[in-house]
């Protein structure tokens, strides 16, 4: 992977064409108070654009909740088969609560011109060399692919450290701040580890969707897995990743992981 940093900000307003989807979990709000429900989709799209994941209870590896002090709850016997509302929780404590899930594997055959521009989309020009290399740029791909999500909701305003909980996903996404610290405005650095470790050249989607359009970055990490962004308007916020690597499983070519962290400004 070439070795480089680079911010590109695209005003997405219409359709995008070929942008590859994201995967995350959408919440009815981003704010709470004590004694209120959070209804709780299982999302994919375009653009940051929400339209029915429709994840079913044993294609879900782990779906937990984190809050400060009170250690791991297991949710995935309260999964809902209402594609608007496959989860609902009810706040008994102030804080920010993490909510994470990771996804069951999933196959995929690419046509290969596809699976190029999903390459190319994701800054994973390494992967793209190889294909060449080996002659089968111009041959479909088997994937494998698994997704890995993290939401943060605020309930009232105690502040806690729960946000920067690094969970041992494969591919995962951890704020340096607590962003329900900030304002819109404020800058956020974000860590990208793959294995537990830094990644050096990862090209880090930020969106941001407000009043019917979004706002996209591409951001590439430094050495020590970061990357830095503004969050200028108030909203929701994803951060979101891709890694690609050569597959040792019969069948499959290509290991796939998706990681995204989800949040509110005000």
Excluded: C
Excluded at 17 to 32: D, H, I, K, Q, R
Excluded at 102 to 127: C, H, I, M, P, R
Aim: overall charge neutral; charged content about 25%.
């Amino acid at each position: 992977m070439r070795k480089r940093i680079l911010m590109l900000t695209i005003l997405l307003a219409g359709t995008w064409g070929v942008e590859a989807a994201t995967w995350w979990m959408l919440p009815s709000n981003y704010f709470f108070e004590v004694g209120e429900t959070a209804r709780i989709g299982f999302v994919q799209g375009e653009e940051f654009k929400a339209e029915p994941w429709p994840l079913t209870q044993d294609q879900v590896v782990r779906l937990e909740h984190y809050r400060a002090g009170l250690g791991v709850k297991d949710l995935r016997a309260s999964i809902q088969n209402d594609d608007r509302e496959r989860l609902t929780i009810k706040f008994d404590r102030a804080g920010t609560h993490l909510l994470t899930l990771q996804s069951a594997v999933q196959f995929k055959a690419w046509d290969a011109a596809e699976f190029n521009t999903f390459l190319e989309e994701n800054g994973l020009e390494d992967v793209l060399t190889k294909r060449k290399e080996n002659g089968t740029s111009d041959k479909p791909a088997g994937e494998r692919h698994e997704v890995y999500t993290k939401l943060l909701i605020q309930v009232g305003n105690t502040s806690d450290d729960v946000y920067k909980k690094v969970v041992g996903f494969p591919l995962e996404i951890i704020p340096e701040r607590n962003p329900y610290s900030l304002q819109s405005g404020d800058v956020m650095r974000f860590r990208i580890l793959k294995d537990g470790k830094p990644i050096f050249g990862a090209r880090v989607k930020v969106w941001n969707r407000k009043d019917n359009r979004t706002t996209l970055q591409n951001i590439y990490t430094e050495k020590d897995g970061t990357m830095e962004t503004r969050l200028s308007s108030a909203g929701p916020w994803m951060v979101s990743v891709v890694q690609v690597e050569q597959s040792k499983t019969a069948g499959a070519e290509w290991d796939t992981s998706s990681a995204s962290l989800v949040f509110g400004i005000r």
